[in-house]
Nanobody
Framework: QVQLVESGGGLVQAGGSLRLSCAAS????????MGWYRQAPGKQRELVAR???????NYADSVKGRFTISRDNSKETVYLQMNSLKPEDTAVYYC?????????WGQGTQVTVSS
């Protein structure tokens, strides 16, 4: 069982930056692939960025070059550095941990980007 708690969301102007954190508790954090997803009002949840246990990353096309995902296994934490934020980045951001059939979600943190 893994518990995930996101933090770092808030209100920011377009062009600004935020860093989201997701603290995990439970067992064997390092073996999980970790991801950030987001869901805007009226839209489906979508993958933003993902990092495997080995450190391989992938990003949605809409955030490439602006967002960076990283993980610190010693702190059992995954981060999402978001730069050059746009109003269309406004959403609830969720942290996800996945390993084989095990799939865990955090409660989400709101990110609002004003124009």
């Amino acid at each position: 069982q893994v518990q995930l708690v996101e933090s770092g969301g808030g209100l920011v102007q377009a062009g600004g930056s935020l860093r989201l954190s997701c603290a995990a508790s439970g067992s064997f954090f390092s073996i999980y692939a970790m991801g950030w997803y987001r869901q805007a009002p009226g839209k489906q949840r979508e993958l933003v960025a993902r990092i495997t246990s080995g450190g391989t990353t992938n990003y949605a096309d809409s955030v490439k070059g602006r967002f960076t995902i990283s993980r610190d296994n010693s702190k059992e934490t995954v981060y999402l550095q978001m730069n050059s934020l746009k109003p269309e980045d406004t959403a609830v951001y969720y942290c996800n941990a996945q390993w084989i059939s095990n799939d865990y979600w955090g409660q989400g943190t709101q990110v609002t980007v004003s124009s």
